[in-house]
């Protein structure tokens, strides 16, 4: 069986899980192309206009592989933590693509708790049953998925950069190249080093989530909270990036709630949609770091100008 696996949204954290447990079934696992501008301009086309740009992207990558496949994985994501959702996109992703993208092949659209191994297995079990009849196998395909998955190296800590700044977001807007347009190289150009939340302790995130009035619904709201205010107070890291996508509610709360948090600790807020040019977003990104090399020399300045009063 051809089994049809979108690279968009949480593709990027969990694909060795999804293709592992596939190939252990005997699926061929048909993948869409990385993400491009036809793909992008087939999502914008059939997606409503409202929708944020990750998620008509994601419509674009159902357009390049639904006639390729037998089964397709259109992954309705509900928890990967207890008490918490991922976004209400991904709650009602099965029927926004189905009501939008017409002549679809049979769709997997059972919702997904993967809050423990136990809520993950059930949903495998639903998934296995539809692609082989040999039953069987689904228990060892599952535990060589969750292996592959544990194996899965993700997130970005660069080394030996004389500035190193947190690079914020969702892991889609962070590790899709053609959304972010290749934010990492182009930072790693100008001698600049990037850390991503996956390199900061859950401790320390769930620390600062602690301080708010409440713990937010959404998980993508308590790692991007957690994560920033908790490097703001490292002194090795000089600022933020935040990949936000235009129209995401998520952020437009979440962002405010940053702000009022770290005060004057260097934040640029990148807004991302379909008419995003890449000279805007390189000015701005120019200009984040032209200001931070000059905080950071003025500091320099400050102390050796105190050492100096002291000594004499
Ligand atoms: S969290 Fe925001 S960017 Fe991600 S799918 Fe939901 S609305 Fe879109």
């Not at 059972?110 to 228990?139: F, N, Q, R």
């Not at 599952?142 to 660069?158: V, Y």
């Amino acid at each position: 069986m051809k089994v049809g696996v979108p690279k968009g949204l949480l593709y990027y954290k969990y694909h060795p899980f999804i293709e592992k447990f596939l190939i252990e079934l005997d699926a061929e696992v048909i993948t869409s192309t990385d993400t491009n501008k036809d793909i992008l301009n087939a999502g914008v086309k059939c997606c409503v206009d409202e929708a944020c740009l990750p998620i008509k992207i994601f419509h674009g990558h159902i357009i390049d592989i639904k006639d390729k496949c037998d089964l397709l994985i259109v992954p309705r994501i509900m928890r990967v933590r207890e008490r918490e959702f991922i976004c209400p996109k991904f709650c009602g992703l099965p029927e926004m693509i189905l009501y939008s993208i017409p002549n679809m092949p049979k769709v997997m659209t059972e919702p997904i708790y993967a809050t423990s191994e136990k809520e993950l297995y059930t949903w495998c079990k639903k998934l296995g049953k539809m692609v082989t009849g040999d039953t069987s196998k689904i228990k060892s395909a599952f535990n060589s998925a969750l292996e592959e998955q544990r194996n899965f190296k993700f997130g970005i800590k660069d080394e030996g950069f004389k500035i190193t700044i947190a690079l914020v977001g969702h892991p889609y807007n962070l590790y899709d190249t053609f959304i972010n347009m290749n934010i990492v190289k182009k930072l790693n150009k100008m001698g600049v080093g990037v850390i991503t939340e996956e390199y900061v302790e859950e401790e320390q995130i769930n620390l600062q989530v602690k301080t708010l009035f409440k713990r937010p619904f959404w998980t993508f709201a308590t790692n991007s909270y957690g994560f920033t205010t908790a490097i703001a107070k490292h002194n090795e890291i000089s600022g933020a990036i935040y990949i936000s996508s235009f129209a995401c509610g998520i952020d437009s709360v979440v962002l405010e709630l940053i702000k009022e948090k770290i005060e004057d600790f260097p934040l640029l807020v990148l807004k991302v949609d379909e008419h995003t040019g890449e000279g805007g977003l390189d000015t701005r990104i120019e200009a984040f770091i032209d200001m931070i090399e000059r905080k950071k020399n003025n500091e320099n300045n400050i102390s050796t100008f105190r050492q100096h009063i002291s000594c004499s």
